[in-house]
């Protein structure tokens, strides 16, 4: 993302190798479960996966003396999530005190995906256990947020020793607001605690808080923060499973650059600071690392014009997606003459850049002429990427008239964005004209088209537009994809709240009659409207015991005992290993390692990349939009999203598939809320020169 952090200096193959071939801290003994134990852990699985909660079996879990048992049940508490864990509360607040660290560990995450407030003082106790779970509980006081405000402040004013305990503190306050900064300021100063430093300069940077602006610029003018790493040295990290992966101290100076440029924003900086803050930034976007330059590519661009020329000239970068994070920040530093962006336009050739570059004349109120081909072009991509730009443009008629000019194209892919560019971002009803081009696309043969209708008119739900819904509806009952069916619920459900007595009999007669959905995402659209009171809770579903059981043997008990699945993502750019945690996120890491020896990676392309954030694959329609037709659970775990983690993409809770997620750099704001199931081993050359658009070769796993 972990339990203990190694982070080393590679130079070289030698040295690479023996690193990837560390075992995981996942296995810290070796383990050979009885017949019964494997399904005492398999029926706990079944109850996490189902959202349930069954005390008699976790007394059962929690009796048992397999420790990696008792770890998981610990962790199940939280993971059925607040609706139905409530009620593990009181074991959760006993755990926290085992005797087995890390089942104590597990409890205090289980406490923060609670988000109880009344679980505070145990928390605070917490703070003074072993490592592993003052580290837990600090980051469970940061979910928990404004209540535990005085805990985080009193704990970080005592200076923790552990670095992982005082980076967990720090991350924790970063949720807060107003952001304290007073408890933060002190380890910007530490400097021989460089990952600490790092996490205080993110915790100022993540939310922009002005107020810690000026700190910042301080630090940045400081002689150590301008040491550049020699160019040939390669730096990866190697991490095991817990908060202590934040603990990086080879990268820290590197990383605590790259949240300086972050923070830097005009937003931030204001007036009084701007001059001080565009000084360092004109530094920083000639940093030695690309992940420092597109941070203050896009800090310079919030300037406007006074940065126009350091932004232009990093359009010329050597690095892809710094030149990409330049033509998606051009719109707020030229202006709408037409000659200054002709020129950009010819500054990179690529797709992405320009259709980026497109997008932001397009803010900035210019038509590039190049770009007219687009419209008719063979290819979707460039079509959507013109419609999309166009949806930006500050004149709202000509959005909607290249809208409309779309809704009829070949592509369903294309009509989506259409549809989606069309209704725009008002909260007022649409006119007339528009209101009837929507409902047509009730009907359109593309599923996501028609979710993204009916998200638009969700927005006005009325008892008159309900029978065509409806019927919309029962069409998305054939549809390979669920986003239509839980957006035609979702709006049924909205608009029997708002104006049930004016649904006329007949609708209301279809609606009794409708077969409740075996989708929980939809059924949860469903939930407390009367008119779907005979639906069942979205909790339920679950599979098999057996086949939780062969997930146990196939995938838990190896990764306990060293020996986990691995998977190469080949690409254009190269191989990316990745280790897959079969012991943290079992169901993920089959769901993922079967579509992948089932192909269905073969070809997709990388969808999303958000340059020094992630890159996002796994959508076989390529817009974002797809998915393998179901939905998996989520599994939190302590890992954490280092640079290199592999997550499951959502869309809401539980909504995992087929779309995964790499880190480019550490995101801690994701902890916790997304699945992390794997990490990258190496190739991590190829996972920064990955742009939106590359596609992937195949994926292998064994």
Same mark, same amino acid.
């Given at each position: 993302?972990?339990?203990?952090?190694?982070?080393?200096?590679?130079?070289?193959?030698?040295?690479?190798?023996?690193?990837?071939?560390?075992?995981?801290?996942?296995?810290?003994?070796?383990?050979?479960?009885?017949?019964?134990?494997?399904?005492?852990?398999?029926?706990?699985?079944?109850?996490?996966?189902?959202?349930?909660?069954?005390?008699?079996?976790?007394?059962?879990?929690?009796?048992?003396?397999?420790?990696?048992?008792?770890?998981?049940?610990?962790?199940?508490?939280?993971?059925?999530?607040?609706?139905?864990?409530?009620?593990?509360?009181?074991?959760?607040?006993?755990?926290?005190?085992?005797?087995?660290?890390?089942?104590?560990?597990?409890?205090?995450?289980?406490?923060?995906?609670?988000?109880?407030?009344?679980?505070?003082?145990?928390?605070?106790?917490?703070?003074?256990?072993?490592?592993?779970?003052?580290?837990?509980?600090?980051?469970?006081?940061? @979910?928990?947020?404004?209540?535990?405000?005085?805990?985080?402040?009193?704990?970080?004013?005592?200076?923790?020793?552990?670095?992982?305990?005082?980076?967990?503190?720090?991350?924790?306050?970063?949720?807060?607001?107003?952001?304290?900064?007073?408890?933060?300021?002190?380890?910007?100063?530490?400097?021989?605690?460089?990952?600490?430093?790092?996490?205080?300069?993110?915790?100022?940077?993540?939310?922009?808080?002005?107020?810690?602006?000026?700190?910042?610029?301080?630090?940045?003018?400081?002689?150590?923060?301008?040491?550049?790493?020699?160019?040939?040295?390669?730096?990866?990290?190697?991490?095991?499973?817990?908060?202590?992966?934040?603990?990086?101290?080879?990268?820290?100076?590197?990383?605590?650059?790259? @949240?300086?440029?972050?923070?830097?924003?005009?937003?931030?900086?204001?007036?009084?600071?701007?001059?001080?803050?565009?000084?360092?930034?004109?530094? $920083?976007?000639?940093?030695?690392?690309?992940?420092?330059?597109?941070?203050?590519?896009?800090?310079?661009?919030?300037?406007?014009?006074?940065?126009?020329?350091?932004?232009?000239?990093?359009?010329?970068?050597?690095?892809?997606?710094?030149?990409?994070?330049?033509?998606?920040?051009?719109?707020?530093?030229?202006?709408?003459?037409?000659?200054?962006?002709?020129?950009?336009?010819?500054?990179?050739?690529? $797709?992405?850049?320009?259709?980026?570059?497109?997008?932001?004349?397009?803010?900035?109120?210019?038509?590039?002429?190049?770009?007219?081909?687009?419209?008719?072009?063979?290819?979707?991509?460039?079509?959507?990427?013109?419609?999309?730009?166009?949806?930006?443009?500050?004149?709202?008629?000509?959005?909607?008239?290249?809208?409309?000019?779309?809704?009829?194209?070949?592509?369903?892919?294309?009509?989506?964005?259409?549809?989606?560019?069309?209704?725009?971002?008002?909260?007022?009803?649409?006119?007339?004209?528009?209101?009837?081009?929507?409902?047509?696309?009730?009907?359109?043969?593309?599923?996501?088209?028609?979710?993204?209708?009916?998200?638009?008119?969700?927005?006005?739900?009325?008892?008159?537009?309900?029978?065509?819904?409806?019927?919309?509806?029962?069409?998305?009952?054939?549809?390979?994809?669920?986003?239509?069916?839980?957006?035609?619920?979702?709006?049924?459900?909205?608009?029997?709240?708002?104006?049930?007595?004016?649904?006329?009999?007949?609708?209301?007669?279809?609606?009794?009659?409708?077969?409740?959905?075996?989708?929980?995402?939809?059924?949860?659209?469903?939930?407390?409207?009367?008119?779907?009171?005979?639906?069942?809770?979205?909790?339920?579903?679950?599979?098999?015991?057996?086949?939780?059981? @062969?997930?146990?043997?196939?995938?838990?008990?190896?990764?306990?005992?060293?020996?986990?699945?691995?998977?190469?993502?080949?690409?254009?750019?190269?191989?990316?290993?990745?280790?897959?945690?079969?012991?943290?996120?079992?169901?993920?890491?089959?769901?993922?390692?079967?579509?992948?020896?089932?192909?269905?990676?073969?070809?997709?392309?990388?969808?999303?990349?958000?340059?020094?954030?992630?890159?996002?694959?796994?959508?076989?329609?390529?817009?974002?939009?797809?998915?393998?037709?179901?939905?998996?659970?989520?599994?939190?775990?302590?890992?954490?999203?280092?640079?290199?983690?592999?997550?499951?993409?959502?869309?809401?809770?539980?909504?995992?598939?087929?779309?995964?997620?790499?880190?480019?750099?550490?995101?801690?704001?994701?902890?916790?809320?997304?699945?992390?199931?794997?990490?990258? $081993?190496?190739?991590?050359?190829?996972?920064?020169?990955?742009?939106?658009?590359?596609?992937?070769?195949?994926?292998?796993?064994?």
């Amino acid at each position: 993302t972990f339990g203990g952090h190694l982070s080393l200096r590679v130079r070289s193959l030698a040295a690479l190798t023996a690193l990837v071939l560390l075992p995981s801290l996942a296995a810290s003994q070796a383990t050979s479960p009885s017949a019964a134990q494997v399904r005492l852990y398999a029926r706990l699985m079944a109850m996490t996966d189902s959202r349930t909660y069954d005390k008699a079996l976790l007394d059962s879990v929690l009796a048992s003396a397999w420790q990696p048992l008792r770890r998981a049940g610990a962790l199940a508490i939280g993971q059925v999530g607040r609706a139905h864990g409530l009620p593990g509360l009181p074991t959760l607040r006993s755990l926290i005190a085992d005797s087995d660290t890390e089942t104590a560990a597990n409890a205090a995450y289980a406490l923060g995906l609670l988000h109880d407030s009344t679980t505070v003082p145990w928390l605070e106790a917490a703070l003074g256990s072993a490592a592993p779970v003052a580290r837990e509980a600090a980051w469970s006081l940061g @979910e928990i947020g404004a209540p535990a405000t005085a805990v985080i402040t009193r704990s970080l004013a005592q200076t923790p020793s552990d670095d992982a305990l005082a980076i967990q503190l720090l991350l924790a306050a970063a949720k807060l607001r107003p952001l304290p900064l007073a408890s933060v300021r002190p380890y910007l100063a530490m400097a021989d605690r460089p990952s600490v430093r790092w996490a205080a300069s993110y915790a100022i940077a993540r939310p922009r808080a002005a107020a810690g602006v000026r700190d910042l610029i301080a630090l940045a003018n400081t002689p150590a923060m301008n040491v550049r790493p020699a160019p040939a040295e390669i730096v990866i990290d190697s991490t095991i499973p817990t908060a202590d992966a934040y603990v990086n101290p080879p990268v820290a100076l590197q990383r605590t650059r790259a @949240e300086i440029a972050r923070a830097l924003s005009k937003q931030a900086a204001g007036d009084s600071l701007a001059d001080s803050a565009v000084v360092v930034l004109m530094r $920083l976007a000639a940093d030695a690392h690309p992940h420092v330059r597109i941070n203050a590519v896009r800090s310079l661009a919030s300037y406007g014009s006074r940065a126009k020329q350091a932004v232009v000239d990093a359009a010329a970068d050597k690095d892809a997606n710094v030149r990409i994070t330049v033509a998606q920040s051009l719109g707020t530093v030229l202006d709408s003459t037409v000659a200054s962006w002709t020129q950009a336009w010819q500054k990179d050739t690529a $797709l992405m850049f320009r259709a980026s570059l497109l997008a932001s004349a397009e803010q900035a109120g210019a038509h590039i002429p190049a770009a007219i081909s687009w419209r008719s072009h063979r290819d979707w991509h460039y079509r959507a990427s013109f419609l999309n730009a166009a949806g930006g443009s500050k004149d709202s008629l000509y959005a909607a008239q290249v809208a409309r000019a779309f809704l009829n194209d070949a592509d369903g892919r294309v009509r989506a964005a259409a549809y989606g560019a069309l209704a725009g971002n008002d909260t007022a009803p649409p006119p007339a004209s528009v209101h009837d081009a929507l409902v047509k696309g009730l009907s359109d043969s593309d599923f996501y088209a028609r979710a993204t209708v009916i998200g638009a008119l969700s927005s006005h739900p009325s008892a008159k537009d309900a029978p065509l819904v409806l019927a919309s509806y029962v069409k998305s009952l054939r549809d390979q994809g669920n986003d239509a069916r839980i957006a035609a619920i979702g709006y049924l459900a909205a608009a029997w709240k708002k104006d049930s007595a004016n649904f006329s009999p007949d609708v209301k007669r279809q609606l009794s009659l409708l077969k409740p959905s075996d989708d929980p995402l939809v059924r949860a659209q469903a939930e407390s409207v009367s008119v779907f009171s005979k639906w069942p809770s979205t909790s339920g579903n679950p599979r098999a015991l057996s086949w939780y059981e @062969e997930l146990v043997r196939q995938y838990v008990v190896p990764a306990l005992n060293g020996k986990t699945q691995r998977a190469t993502i080949r690409t254009s750019h190269g191989d990316i290993v990745i280790e897959l945690f079969g012991a943290d996120a079992p169901i993920t890491v089959w769901n993922f390692m079967n579509l992948a020896r089932t192909g269905y990676y073969r070809g997709t392309g990388f969808h999303r990349v958000v340059p020094n954030f992630v890159a996002q694959d796994g959508d076989p329609r390529d817009d974002g939009n797809g998915g393998p037709g179901y939905a998996i659970r989520d599994e939190m775990n302590r890992r954490r999203y280092i640079r290199g983690a592999v997550g499951m993409a959502l869309s809401g809770p539980d909504t995992g598939g087929s779309q995964y997620f790499i880190t480019h750099s550490p995101q801690a704001h994701l902890d916790g809320h997304y699945t992390v199931f794997g990490r990258v $081993l190496r190739g991590y050359d190829a996972l920064d020169s990955i742009v939106q658009g590359d596609r992937i070769l195949s994926i292998v796993v064994q």
